[in-house]
């Protein structure tokens, strides 16, 4: 019988209103939940279902969550599982609701790496990898760290890319981009704002804000974003 990854999560429960470190608390008892399962170790499931959900929208939801809001009670945090809206996710506060539109900045050979690292135990992070008949090929490769950098900077624009354009969103709304961030050093905080304030705040992005989140906790940037000025102001980050 297939593993049915669905039992594990109800919509229900992934969209209870949570404060944010309460929803932070649950996703991670639910990580821990999830590491004792061994099905859920081939990645195929990564991306089926509510699992996905869980894992591109949820988990980088609460860590942006906790990171902006911190322990602050009068805040709820809202997942949205309802794909005909353009809302992935609400912030509830005393005045006011945010729309938050969420998208992941991710390697185009992810899922061959998580396929070679499941079936080898090691993968190389930065070396190439391709399938080549029934069989992913990875090389181990040493890259400069400028260069992985660059890579993981421009997937960040081509996720940007995704939501720009003119009447797409309205008031209210703020982009949130989630990116693997293993690579980030807190020296390159300053490349990595010159780079986003000149190459992705230049788009035609119809948010409030912007937020960088990274997954391994290392890199969060907001920018806000005066919708109605001339596009290519720099707006300067909120560390």
Known sequence: MPFDVDSLLSPVECAKPRKPQEFRAWVLAKCDAF?????????????????????EEIYPFSLFAVRRYGDRDDILCVPKLDRTSDVDAEIRGPSRTINIQITGARDPSEHLRMEYLVEHGHVSLTGGTKRAGRE?????????HRESRADHLSWIKTAAEGKAGRGRYGKSYELLISV?????????????????????????????????VGTTERLF??????????????????I
């Not at 590491?35 to 894992?55: M, N, T, Y």
């Not at 940037?221 to 909120?238: I, K, N």
């Open 221 to 238: 940037l907001s920018f806000p974003l005066p919708r109605g000025e001339t596009a290519g102001g720099s707006a300067g980050p909120v």
């Open 136 to 144: 992913i090929e990875n090389e181990v490769e040493f890259v400069d």
């Open 180 to 212: 693997e961030d293993w690579w980030f050093d807190a020296d390159d905080t300053p490349d990595v704002t010159d780079f986003i304030e000149r190459k992705v705040l230049r788009l035609p992005l119809e948010f409030d804000a912007l937020h960088i």
């Open 35 to 55: 590491a004792q399962i061994a099905e859920l170790r081939k990645p195929v499931l990564r991306h089926e279902g509510l699992f996905k959900w869980f894992h």
